[in-house]
């Protein structure tokens, strides 16, 4: 018999009896899975324009110019306004940048849309192969570009050159790692489309690691020669921080990715490693011996920045990309597809939810 | 009402407790409660991030919360159903709240839980909301989305039902 029920209610009511640990960590994979799906600017504000319709119809028209440039933003290699993008729209954006680090950051970021064009073409099965083989010659150009100005960089300022190459490593590797997921589950037609891109960006990549590794030594051969202990220190102090913090960062994305998919475990093995590097540079640290602390510092850095550029060009491929990411693969495939976001309960199940 | 990042991390400091309790003494283990609690957040930000308006947040989350309960209560219904004539595996039982450090507040969660295993469904359900989380029947009709007579006839049954079990 337990006749204070109603009693015991009221207090359950007005007790709290959740778990902190548990509201705290599950806050922190919230914060995480928010920064991965940010609010659609356009849907949210779709009824606003609605209303603006009239004027921003005349605002239109005396922004067409400015139009074309901004819908050609989108568009691929063979489609009508892709000229104008690369030929118009980021000739007269490379005019406004001013400096040889700035120029390095440029190129590389041209790179990067390069290469989510032609991942997305490659996967394309409608995709006409001349306009696949330019694109892939454009990017190999396009390569040779970012690399030339990373060099160039790398006269006025080794260190951060270094970074700069290290990202454009990271952003070829990711792209490679992508396609070669997405290709165990293509069709025959696409297969061979994106084995000729795979091996284009593969070309290149090995000049870009020995950049990278040259740029390392040079660096190092810089802290010895021109740095006291004090400075070293306050250095390696500062770096190892912000690498703990990067890769901190960068771990609240990934674990709310689907545990089983390739991608997480991917992402898993590079920050495991890069942790290693930093503990590593910590134990350095304490035997006072900072520009070791410093060289492995490095390598995590690199590391994460890799698994950083992975999750990018997972979440910002095209529709073409994440139609294969999402469609069952064949038979014969024993790799499942990369899953692209977190598939924790099933879409019938989110729409009862909702 | 438009809801930002910022505003949505507010709302789950505010409501997350609330939302944990309404799956604890709903699904009876703090690990299964946990996992659809965050689920709840997670697919109310997808439907906020998709730029859909929201107009009452609270009455919002509680109905994601009770949809994924009885998804989950579908989900394990065969479990529940081979449960019921398993004696050494019932499970109904509830875990008890070790999790709760006060101990007069663990007996009284154990106890509470004890005569809402009794209880069926959707008598729990409105038991749960009314009392535990304290809703008006007003905010009980919006979550379970029928009339405000309909949950109050629902709940005098569901209170001479839990009567009848002390």
Redesign the interface.
Known sequence: ???D??K??????K?????HG??AV??R???A??HM??????????RFWFRLAPVVLAGIILLITGGVSLASQNTLPGDFLYGWKVGFVETVESTFVVGAQSRADFEVARTTKRLQEITELSASKNADSSVVSKAQKRLQDQITVASETIAKAAEKDSEKALETAVKLGAVLNAHQNVLTTIEKSADSETKTQMKNTISTIENTTSDIKNTIESLKEQNKLSWILTKTDAELKVEAELKFKTSQDALDNVWQLVIILDEDSDIRLKAEQNLGAAQEEINNAETLMGSNIYNEALDEIQNAAQLISETDELLKATQESGEVVREIFVSPAPTDILTPALDLV?P??SLD??Q??? | MVIDQATFERIYDDLAPKIFKFCYFRVSSKEEAEDIASHVFLRAWDHVAGGKEVANIQGFLYRIANNLVIDYYRKNKDKRELSLNDPKNPIDVPDKAEFVERIDQQMLVNQVQDVLRDLQDNYKEIVVMRFVNDLSIKEISYILGTSENNISVRLHRALDKLKSLI
């Open positions: 018999m337990k006749p029920i109603f015991q209610l009221e207090e359950i009511g007790a709290s009896i959740v778990d548990w509201l599950n806050k994979r919230l914060i899975y928010m799906h940010p609010i659609h600017i356009h849907l949210a504000r779709s977190i924790t309960k199940s989110l009862d939810a909702l």
